[in-house]
Structures are given as C-alpha cells and as structure tokens.
C-alpha cells in the first residue's frame, strides 16, 4: 500500500438513488403546488442534511398520521407504510401522496402474493426499521422478522415446505444471503422471492466499497446514523480490507486523528446523500493534502422512477411537467 503519496479513492456509483430523489423532489412539488405546511409521516429519507433544508421550505415532519390535522395533506415517506396507516390517513380525510420508493412496493406485493397462499414469510431485516413495519404490516399473521444470521435458530413455520424468504431492501447483501443459507439449511424447501429484493442501489454502492476496501487505510462514509444502507457501507469496508471506517453527517465531523499514518483515504456516500456533503469532505481532504482523487466505478446506474401518480395528475391538470428533475442530489 503506498504511504508516500496521499490519495483519495472516490466511489461512483454513490448517494441518491432513484427512490431517494423521486421522494425528496416529491415532497419539493408538493410545497410548490400546495404551499407550506406539507406534512411527512417519518422522516422522508433518512438523511439529517436532507430532512432539515426541506423542514426550512415549510415541510413538517410527523411519526404517527394522527399528529396530521384533519384534511391536510401528508407525504408517505419512501420507506413505506402498512396498511393500516392509509386506514388511518382517510379516517382523518387527509390528501395523501405516496412516496414509497418503487422496489420497496415490490416487496409489499410479495408479501401479499405470498401470505394469500398461506406461505410462512420469513423477512430478512431490522426490528424495528420503518421498512420492516411497513411490509410485515401487510400480513402480520404470516411474517416472521430474521434480524440477523444468529436469529435463525429461533425460527419456526408451521409447514417446513410452505415458506419463503424475503428482505429489507437496505442490507448487506453478504450477511443476507449468508441468513438464507443458515434457513436453508434448517428448512431445504425455502422458496426464494421472484426477484432480488435488496435494491440495485444497495448492492452497487457495497460493491464499489468492496472494490475500493483493500486499498485503502481510512474510509469515510457520508451518511446519518439512522441511515440502515449508509452503516452497512461502513462494517462493509472494515470486512473487506479498510484499515478504519468513519460515518459521518457533514465534514466538519472528521477527526484530524483519523489521518494520521493515511495515505489513502476512500470516499463513498449512501443512497439518501445529497452530493453537496461528498463534496464538502473532498474540500475538507483537499486541504490536508489529499487532493489526488481517483475514482473507482463498480457500476453505472441510470435508473428513474416517475413521480407517485397523485402528484401527476395534479402537475398535469394545473399545466405544469410531472417530469422527474434529476437535480435534489444537489440538494443543499
């Protein structure tokens, strides 16, 4: 590893994903269509930066539909929400727009599709993460939640040949598979979902950190702490060579230490990051010496979602364009 030459290895791809940025500009439409307030149940990506630039244009963050007043209108944030919350939501006649990220719908559907043929459904992923309520929420009765491979001991079904697995769409994708093995093992008839439920996004960022990890003596992650994708880059990077891995929110959350014997520092971000705090941490670097940087590529990503559709129809009727602005990366 070289020690004489300071560097910084740069992810790419890294920061919004396509569910990210259709969620933020969602809620950035719905203030300029309807004006502040525009309330958001959960925080609408779990990225600090993010959630406070759109509190200052006038959207107001909520954890439960019931602090929403009556008839207002409230913004379902990209992680999901259970079925009961939309019950909730027309009980108090508010106007609801859905900005569930697509492939987080797609796992909704299977739980659905799979609980309806009295399968047992064994969700991969994190008590108590908001994508995890929302899913088990569909069909309660038939979702076990497998938080980690160690839980799998404890899983029980009632018919051994009758199940599935299926996953948050935010993890590692090593730890994941290596949960479906131990199930496997335990019951040799597990079903595989229709189609990998960790999301691309998640899976080309690990990659890129995977890629770049050997080489590298100090990865800095920008994301927050309550960000699932942006913690697994982190004990990602240590697994697969990083001498230390550091979360941050902003550069100015550094320590100066952690430089100290670095020669070569990577840079990624996860998939709630605007680009503007990545570029803040290679100014930050760039002033200590490390101006060199490198990009490392694992994939290219091209992928848009359209806009939820209660906001189309609104966007067409009053003349203005339902197009995706692919710009709230920048968001600042």
Not at 91 to 101: E, P
Not at 172 to 183: K, N
Not at 242 to 271: C, F, K, N, P, R
Request: proline content about 5%; overall charge negative.
């Amino acid at each position: 590893m070289q020690t004489d030459h300071k560097r910084v290895l740069l992810a790419a791809p890294r920061g919004y994903c396509a569910g990210v940025d259709r969620a933020v500009v969602t809620v950035e439409k719905a203030l300029e269509l309807y004006g502040p307030p525009v309330y958001v149940r959960k925080q609408i990506v779990h990225n600090k930066h993010v959630v406070s630039t759109l509190e200052k244009r006038g959207a107001i963050f909520v954890d439960e539909t019931q602090e929403v007043p009556e008839g207002a209108t409230v913004v379902f944030s990209a992680h999901g929400v259970a079925p009961v919350v939309h019950d909730e939501a027309s009980r108090l006649q508010l106007k609801t727009i859905d900005a569930t990220c697509p492939l987080v719908t797609k796992v909704h559907r299977e739980a659905v599709r799979f609980a309806g043929e009295d399968y047992d459904i064994l969700l991969i992923g994190h008590e108590g993460h908001e994508e995890v309520v929302g899913t088990s929420g569909e069909a309660p009765e038939h979702i076990t939640i497998v938080d980690n491979p160690d839980a799998v001991e404890h899983v029980t079904v009632r018919d051994p040949d009758k199940v599935v697995w299926l996953s948050q769409t935010t993890l590692s994708v090593d730890e994941t598979m290596e949960t479906v093995r131990r199930l496997r093992e335990k019951f040799p008839n597990l079903q595989d979902p229709p189609s990998d439920d960790i999301c691309y996004a998640t899976q080309n960022r690990q990659l890129a950190v995977k890629q770049m990890a050997p080489d590298t003596d100090l990865m800095i992650v920008v994301g927050s702490r309550n960000s699932s994708n942006s913690v697994r880059l982190v004990e990602v990077a240590v697994e697969h060579g990083a001498q230390a891995g550091y979360l941050v929110d902003y550069a100015d959350e550094i320590d100066e230490a952690w430089l100290e014997g670095v020669a070569t520092v990577g840079v990624t971000s996860g998939a709630s990051v605007p680009e503007v705090l990545v570029r803040d941490v290679l100014d930050w670097l760039a002033a200590r010496g490390y101006a060199d940087v490198k990009p490392v590529v694992a994939a290219e990503e091209s992928l848009l979602f359209a806009l939820p559709m209660e906001l189309r129809k609104e966007l067409k009727a009053r003349g203005q364009s339902d197009k995706m602005r692919h710009d709230a990366g920048s968001l600042h």
